[in-house]
């Protein structure tokens, strides 16, 4: 015999209800939200007082012109919103893997190498003081300069792109920490 007897105070949980009225957690919550079916306390509702509201709100034709235009945009908000967080997270995921990085990270690394260029600029003047004013012309002098410059330029033209500088400082700005196991990253 079961002593499991539905009365009109029998209690459900938000998964039970949703499993007899056919619909998911999240409608039900939904449907409490908006008024359609009532909680007795936090995720319990009385089965009988739930089934019987949601069956007269089943009856009603469910909503009116005004309520349907709502709940179309109400969708339209919801998967508008879900597409917006996959874009996101499609692009974090780029992010980590290196494939994309964020202009700020970009703007940092070309400032950096736009320093090293204005560093090297700016130390030739005292390379070249001696050897120049050391030189019997003014062709000799410009062949140092020339010289000093190709030196300078073959090093700026050997500069590569470096994706751990990049990953270094995406871990910076989102306060990641590299895990000892390899390439998993804490919080």
């Known amino acids: 015999m079961n002593t499991n007897k539905i009365t009109p105070e029998t209690e459900v949980s938000t998964t039970e209800l949703a499993c007899v009225l056919g619909v998911t957690g999240r409608r ?3 449907l409490a939200e908006d008024g359609q ?6 995720g319990k509702f009385n089965l009988c007082d739930c089934v019987q509201r949601y069956c007269a709100f089943l009856d009603r034709g469910s909503l009116d012109e005004d309520d349907k235009k709502f709940e179309k945009a109400r969708r ?3 998967t508008s ?12 995921a780029a992010e980590l893997d290196g494939k994309m990085h ?4 970009v703007a940092a690394m070309t400032e950096d190498l736009i320093y090293t260029i204005r560093g090297m600029l700016l130390a030739l003047p005292g390379r070249l003081a001696d050897d120049t004013f050391n030189a019997e012309s003014s062709a000799e002098a410009e ?13 700026l033209s050997r500069y590569e792109y ?3 500088k990049y990953e270094e400082r995406v871990r910076d700005r ?9 390439d998993i990253y804490d919080e």
């Not at 079916?37 to 936090?42: A, G, N, P, R, T």
């Not at 964020?102 to 990270?105: L, N, P, V, W």
């Open 37 to 42: 079916i009532d909680k007795i306390s936090q």
């Open 143 to 155: 062949s140092i300069i020339r010289k000093e410059i190709s030196a300078l330029m073959e090093t």
């Open 162 to 164: 470096d994706p751990k």
């Open 76 to 78: 339209n908000a919801d």
């Open 28 to 30: 039900i919550r939904q």
């Open 81 to 92: 919103i879900k597409v917006s967080k996959a874009a996101i997270a499609k692009m974090e």
């Open 102 to 105: 964020r202009s700020e990270d």
């Open 174 to 182: 989102m306060n990641w920490q590299k895990a000892d196991s390899g």
